[in-house]
């Protein structure tokens, strides 16, 4: 896990309280910068999602992977916005 690359990113202070499944309450952080958004459980498992109006979708392990350890890009992604998209069009589907 790469603390710093966590900590780079700006949180925005309003943390929402969300369950995926009953019982296991988690934890959202929206990075306030670059717009990503991640959940983190209880015992401290992180991984990044996609927040919809309707629901909150886990990103793919290799997209969760790639953002836990990157620093914070500063600003919305042009990638980030394709991933959403394909997971948009795959729900469309
Ligand atoms: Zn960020």
Known sequence: ????????????SQKRQVEIEPDKPLRQHHCSNCGRDFVESLSGE??????SVFSFRRLPDNVSARWLVEMCPGAPMAFDVEVRNKLMDHHAK
Do not use: G, T
């Not at 896990?1 to 900590?7: K, L, S």
């Not at 992180?46 to 927040?51: E, H, L, N, Q, S």
């Open 46 to 51: 992180r991984w990044a999602v996609f927040v």
């Open 1 to 12: 896990m790469n603390r710093d690359a966590w900590n780079s990113h700006q949180w925005s």
